[in-house]
């Protein structure tokens, strides 16, 4: 079955302290991966995608993502988390190729800043 | 630069009436997907428009759910009757091409639809 875990309910972090959150799928071939953050009562912007090439992918707002086929995981970084960055992250998979290109997300792990 | 729009924003009804929500993709974009996210939850895809026609809508409870994509353009999709538990936030997304995997979905703000 394909599915996609993000273990993570809520996280809080404080302003300027590293953040990391978790994603992992399962999937029957190397999907292509997402992900994407959603602010309060706003629709999905895309923050970076893995097709494939180097593993460490580089994103919008100083987010990186790194894949690693062996863990089949899709791990979302940043160095330094801006108060702005509050918001709910979703990780998303999607085939390759196909008739249909429906993206699988997670639950969404919910990111608290403290000041 | 150009947006996905969704209307209404937010919708309160009543159980057992009709409900419909608009979307108007991104300009030239030939693939439209409703995405329905339960609160708590990720989206989860209800049916795919490749131009007019329907790709996928094996998740779309049919006894009630309809969409439609008349023109390839914009699409309406409807609920009748609608039910407590299709309280949740419709997403429409839209692509240039939907002939590849890696066709960025961009994503409209959403209708808040609540049944009560």
């Known amino acids: 079955a394909q599915s996609v875990t993000q273990p993570d309910i809520h996280i809080t972090v404080s302003e300027g302290a590293s953040l990391e959150l978790r994603c992992n799928y399962s999937y029957g071939a190397t999907p292509y991966l997402f992900w994407y953050v959603q602010s309060p009562g706003q629709g999905l912007q895309l923050l970076l995608k893995y097709f494939s090439g180097d593993t460490l992918v580089q994103g919008i707002k100083g987010f990186e993502a790194e894949f690693k086929r062996s863990q089949s995981s899709f791990n979302l970084r940043k160095p330094s988390v801006h108060w702005s960055d509050a918001a709910e992250y979703f990780c998303?998979?999607?085939?390759?190729?196909?008739?249909?290109?429906?993206?699988?997300f997670g639950s969404g792990t919910r990111l608290l800043v403290r000041p | 630069e150009a947006e996905v729009a969704q209307s209404p924003r937010y919708k309160i009804t009543e159980k057992s009436q009709a409900v419909a929500f608009w979307c108007d993709p991104i300009?030239?974009?030939?693939?439209l997907y409703w995405y329905r996210q339960i609160l708590g939850q990720g989206p989860e895809l209800l049916v795919q428009f490749q131009d007019e026609s329907v790709v996928d809508d094996s998740q779309l409870p049919k006894d009630r759910f309809s969409a439609e994509r008349l023109k390839g353009v914009d699409s309406t999709l409807k609920i009748q009757p609608a039910e407590l538990g299709d309280s949740a936030m419709y997403l429409c997304?839209?692509?240039?091409?939907?002939?590849?995997?890696?066709?960025?979905?961009?994503f409209g703000p959403g209708t808040r639809l609540t049944v009560t």
């Open positions: 998303a998979v999607g085939p390759r190729r196909g008739s249909s290109y429906k993206l699988i």
């Open positions: 997304a839209s692509s240039s091409r939907g002939t590849s995997g890696d066709d960025e979905q961009y």
């Open positions: 300009s030239g974009h030939a693939t």
